[in-house]
Each structure stands twice: as C-alpha cells, then as structure tokens.
C-alpha cells in the first residue's frame, strides 16, 4: 500500500532481459536501507526487491507487468519515482495507491505557467468510467488531482516541489506514464455494473 507521495528519484542503472521478463537494477538514495522481500513503487509499480548492493537494488518485471506500464520501455540513465510501502502509523498525505498499474497514458499537452505546469494526457476511453473531475489518480505513482477531463482526456497541475522532486520534469509530449485509476472509483465502477 502506497500514498502517491514520492519519496525520492533512481536511477535506471542496468536493463537485463531474461526469458519474457526484465531485471532492472536501480540506484538510489534509500536503496541501501532496502530488505529483500520489501515491496517498492517505482514509477508507480509495486516490485519486489531481490537483491541489494550498496546503493542499488534488483527487482523484476515479469511479462504482465510489462504489458500493462512503461517498464518495458526502461532505459540506462532513466529517471524513476520511488516509494516505500505506508507504514501502519504512517500519514495518508496522498490517496490509496496500491502500486498496480492499471494502463498507460501519453502526454499530448504541457503548458508552463507562472510558478507551476499543466500536463494533459490521453488514455484508453474503456477507462473513461474511472476518471471524474476533480478525482484522484495516480501517475508514475504521483497522487494528483485531475481536471478538465473529457472522455478520453483530463490535465493535472504539477507544483514546484512536485516539479522538482519527480521525474516529472523529465516528461516530453507523446511520452506514457504509468496510470492506476482510484481503488474505490474502481470498486464503484464494479458493483454499478452488476445493476446494469
């Protein structure tokens, strides 16, 4: 369980393709306080961390998960949003992410504004049930708020520190991020269409 409140940036250190699966070895500030066995978000992915060497990490994305994120795409010398699990004492500062991608979306907009940024992205319309104004969302595992949305499109503002601490600065126009739609717009969307 995660909060879509980044934590710090990795680093994409090693891509190693191995079967329909890829191991990615990633530096870090925390990765040296990592166990194995802990449950990270990168980029708002829940991996496993097999193996830790000073400050870098292994995990692997097998074959589903990169079919459903931007993994796949993941290159030497890439810029990741990292996240520790919440700790059970811990503050809900963002919204409940559980680090399960449920598609990608593309930029197609960003706007500079005096102080901060407007993203717009474009995503499948089979998730168009999902995204409601002024509702939470998570990319590259950020917790934002999202607006203007239209059936197949909505923005999100990005202030400074979010700008600065994510690798959201890093965003170009027909790049994806990663997208997990809100657990409980989710589980609304479910029970609505056993009524239907």
Not at 100 to 110: G, L, Y
Not at 161 to 171: G, S
């Amino acid at each position: 369980m995660f909060t879509g409140i980044i934590e710090t940036t990795g680093i994409v250190d090693k891509v190693v393709a191995n079967g329909t699966n890829k191991i990615f070895w990633v530096s870090s500030p925390i990765s040296s306080y990592l166990k194995e066995d802990q449950s990270i978000s990168h980029n708002g992915a829940c991996l496993t961390v097999e193996k830790v060497d000073g400050n870098s990490h292994q995990v692997t994305a097998i074959g589903e998960t990169l079919k459903k994120t931007n993994l796949g795409n993941w290159k030497e010398g890439n810029l990741i949003n990292l996240e520790r699990c919440l700790e059970a004492n811990g503050r809900l500062d963002g919204h409940i992410v559980q680090g399960h991608v449920d598609t990608t979306a593309i930029c197609s907009k960003i706007k500079e504004l005096s102080g901060s940024w407007e993203f717009r992205f474009e995503f499948p319309k089979k998730f168009s049930s999902l995204v409601i104004e002024k509702g939470a969302i998570s990319l590259n595992g950020i917790s934002l708020t999202i607006f203007n949305v239209k059936r197949r499109g909505f923005s999100v503002a990005i202030i400074p520190y979010t700008f600065d601490h994510t690798n959201i600065k890093t965003l170009k126009v027909g790049d994806s991020v990663n997208i997990e739609f809100d657990i409980i717009g989710k589980y609304a969307a479910r029970l609505i269409s056993f009524h239907r």
